[in-house]
């Protein structure tokens, strides 16, 4: 059974970047078959899809977000990871990692996801 | 992309059926069979319970089910247990390989 884990800082200050890590466990990000996601929840909120990456370093961003996103993989690590530049308190959420799948060739179901991780953004 | 519009609550009794909406556009929702549900509990992660508009998952109870018409698809849910009291999100895949998310319904069992 795959198991997805966020770490990272758990307070950023504005202007800076966020950046956390998602390890992905019972199952190899480059196998392929899967596409790799963050998704974020602001307190009290709805679910945000922020991007998703494949192995191969393909990338789909939110619009909103685009501009200050940036979503890589280590496949050597078994690990993806998420940056989020020039950070405002408005960017302060609890970010998941899942694992997406799909049963008809479009990514879009989150099948896995972490525990989620509480970022916030104070100075 | 706008989120895609979810009633805010919904309540019902054990044993009777609920219904929740999801609205969106010919660009998500009503332009691909690709709308799937997921549960959320407080605290917790949330669960998908449904895919490809009607689709559940191995080990999701058939008391869940899912349906879509033009722009709006709709989670069912029967026999209201005690259990499935928590906030539920609806997804549909966009063009352009996007997802966007409903702004989630929290379902009260009275």
């Known amino acids: 059974q795959v198991q997805l884990q966020e770490s990272g800082p758990g307070l950023v200050k504005p202007s800076q970047t966020l950046s956390l890590t998602c390890t992905v466990s019972?199952?190899?990000?480059?196998?392929?078959?899967?596409?790799w996601s963050w998704i974020r929840q602001h307190p009290g909120k709805g679910l945000e899809w922020i991007g998703y990456i494949y192995y191969s370093g393909s990338t789909y961003y939110n619009p909103s977000l685009k501009s200050r996103v940036t979503i890589s993989v280590d496949t050597s690590k078994n690990q993806f990871s998420l940056k989020l530049s020039s950070v405002t308190a408005a960017d302060t959420a609890v970010y998941y990692c899942?694992?997406?799948?799909?049963?008809?060739?479009?990514?879009?179901?989150?099948?896995?996801w972490g525990q989620g991780t509480l970022v916030t953004v104070s100075s | 992309q706008s989120a895609l519009t979810q009633p805010a609550s919904v309540s019902g009794s054990p044993g009777q059926s609920i219904t929740i909406s999801c609205t969106g556009t010919?660009?998500?929702?009503?332009?691909?069979?690709?709308v799937s549900w997921y549960q959320q509990h407080p605290g917790k992660a949330p669960k998908l319970m449904i895919y490809?508009?009607?689709n559940r998952p191995s080990g999701v109870p058939d008391r869940f089910s899912g349906s879509k018409s033009g722009n709006t698809a709709s989670l069912t849910i029967s026999g209201l247990q005690a259990e499935d009291e928590a906030d539920y999100y609806c997804?549909?895949?966009?063009?352009?390989?996007?997802?966007?998310f409903g702004g989630g319904t929290k379902l009260t069992v009275l």
């Open positions: 899942a694992r997406v799948g799909s049963s008809s060739g479009y990514y879009y179901e989150f099948q896995h």
């Open positions: 490809d508009v009607s």
């Open positions: 019972g199952g190899s990000i480059s196998s392929g078959g899967y596409y």
């Open positions: 010919s660009s998500d929702v009503g332009g691909y069979n690709y």
């Open positions: 997804s549909s895949y966009t063009s352009s390989s996007h997802v966007v």
